[in-house]
Nanobody
Framework: QAQLVESGGGLVQAGGSLRLSCAAS????????MGWFRQAPGKEREFVAA????????YYANSVKGRFTISRDKAKDTVYLQMNSLKPEDTAVYYC??????????????????WGQGTQVTVSS
């Protein structure tokens, strides 16, 4: 059983930046991908970004391309989400996720094996 713990959320003004972190522990897979999702009030959980074990070819939702960057530190079993040029519509609870194997594009939430508890990101206008 893997455990994921997110950190780094908070309140920021539009145009500002935040960096989220997610540390994995416990029994993970030999090779796994990590990703970020978000869920705004009254909306479904949506894909934000994902990165495979190799750390190459990350994938992004169109809404965050050019503004968000996902990266991982395999030695620390940690994934990061650098969020720049934040907009009020980015306000949501952000969740870290982990799944076995690689990702070759946006993967639906139902196909991820483990989830973090979520961290709130609020962008004021």
């Amino acid at each position: 059983q893997a455990q994921l713990v997110e950190s780094g959320g908070g309140l920021v003004q539009a145009g500002g930046s935040l960096r989220l972190s997610c540390a994995a522990s416990g029994r993970t897979f030999s090779k796994y991908s990590m990703g970020w999702f978000r869920q705004a009030p009254g909306k479904e959980r949506e894909f934000v970004a994902a990165i495979s074990w190799s750390g190459t070819s990350p994938y992004y939702a169109n809404s965050v391309k050019g503004r968000f960057t996902i990266s991982r530190d395999k030695a620390k079993d940690t994934v990061y989400l650098q969020m720049n040029s934040l907009k009020p519509e980015d306000t949501a609870v952000y969740y870290c996720a982990l799944r076995e194997g690689t990702v070759t594009g946006p993967v639906p939430a139902r196909l991820w094996n483990y989830w973090g508890q979520g961290t709130q990101v609020t962008v004021s206008s």
